[in-house]
């Protein structure tokens, strides 16, 4: 087998349902598998796969083991030569394995390919293509300098080596996975990214941004802006230091400023980027009545975006479009537009999407 897709889950029930109906389109023509391990949901999304996606391996887990360890569930049971790690809250392209792998097979001594990753407003998230975060970057980081924590000099559609790439999309072959020991299970959430990532490059392996593909990554479903993310997400990177770099009680204290800093940063700042919406458009081939009469107002209906306009919630219908069109019109927005997005994934009876990447999406069904 060539491919094995997995992905974890944890009470994102409507996002993963979007999420595997891309990575199945994705997968067509592709010796290829899906696993989901779920970490003891408490919604119905092991009910769902079971009911929708009948091909998908299920690993249904009595315990949230958290990313690190779940992952690494899933990586055992691979039968692929490749794996990709995707997060639950992404929406892939029909191309985007084909593409990859394409391009993976041509480089030599590859560690881990990443992509362009874009939220659901079109906007480049910077942390797809990312530098080691040495005590020193991470100390310029809590005080807002991040020209030596993102990697700003390879553009967004380039490609090239990076040190560091973003568990929510990462391929790599499994013997490399498994070389290195995979994800380091002392981390639960957060930072078992950046050390995988670091293994594998002190393994004397390149891993590789390759920015001519694209995926939404809604991120805010999976990495909630709260203090209890602050708390983890400097603990994780404390962790990593005290792993790969000399600990020391100034950078301790250092660590610690962070965690009370972005606490306060991440919590005035926890809310959605949500403007008034003046009118819904769908963008589809007949209008859709349920979701009419759900939005109580009229929705306007066109075959596609020409102008992006202001105000505007755009409803991309997966009926008509391709899961390519929709990422192409998403990351099409241009700076400053005040349009958002949904998408009305085929034969579903709910829309979804997310205004801001810092707080979670809305899902409105009908």
């Excluded at 301790?252 to 306060?264: P, R």
């Excluded at 899961?323 to 990351?331: C, E, G, L, P, R």
């Amino acid at each position: 087998m060539k491919l094995s897709v997995i992905i974890l889950n944890y009470n994102v029930r409507y996002f993963l349902e979007l999420c595997l109906k891309s990575v199945e389109a994705a997968l067509n023509d592709l010796d290829a598998e899906i696993i989901v391990v779920d970490n003891n949901s408490s919604d119905d999304s092991c009910e769902m796969i079971k009911a929708l996606f009948p091909k998908v391996k299920l690993i249904a887990n009595t315990t949230n083991f958290g990313f690190s360890k779940g992952n690494n569930i899933g990586v055992a049971e691979a039968q692929g030569e490749y794996i990709c790690i995707l997060n639950p809250d992404t929406v892939v392209s029909e191309t985007t394995f084909k593409d990859i792998l394409k391009f993976i097979k041509s480089k030599s001594e590859i560690g881990i390919l990443g992509c362009r990753l874009i939220d659901g407003q079109g906007q480049f998230l910077p942390e797809s293509k990312r530098y080691v975060p040495t005590p020193s970057v991470a100390i310029k980081k809590i005080f807002g300098f991040t020209d030596s924590y993102y990697v700003k000099r390879l553009e967004q559609i380039a490609s090239g080596r990076v040190p560091v790439l973003v568990g929510a999309f990462m391929v790599m072959k499994k013997q490399v996975y498994n070389e290195v020991g995979g994800f380091d299970e002392d981390y639960f959430m957060y930072g078992e990214d950046v050390d995988l990532s670091y293994k594998i490059k002190s393994a004397n392996y390149h891993n590789m941004y390759y920015g001519k593909v694209t995926v939404i990554h809604y991120k805010g479903e999976s990495t909630l802006k709260d203090k209890v993310y602050a708390k983890r997400f400097y603990g994780a990177m404390q962790i990593f230091y005290n792993k790969h770099f000399k600990s020391n009680f100034f950078f301790n204290t250092f660590v610690w400023f962070g965690i009370q800093l972005a606490s306060l940063f991440k919590r005035s700042n926890n809310r959605k980027r949500r403007t008034k919406i003046i009118q819904y458009v769908l963008i589809s081939t007949k209008m859709n009545e349920a979701l009419n009469a759900s939005l109580k107002q009229d929705i306007k209906l066109q075959h596609n975006v020409e102008v992006y306009e202001d105000d505007t919630e755009y409803i991309l219908d997966h009926h008509h479009l391709s899961f390519k069109a929709i990422i192409d019109i998403i990351s099409g927005t241009p700076k400053n537009c005040t349009a958002t997005f949904k998408i009305l994934p085929k034969n579903s009876n709910f829309i979804i999407g997310s205004d801001s990447s810092k707080s979670r999406g809305e899902v409105i069904s009908f």
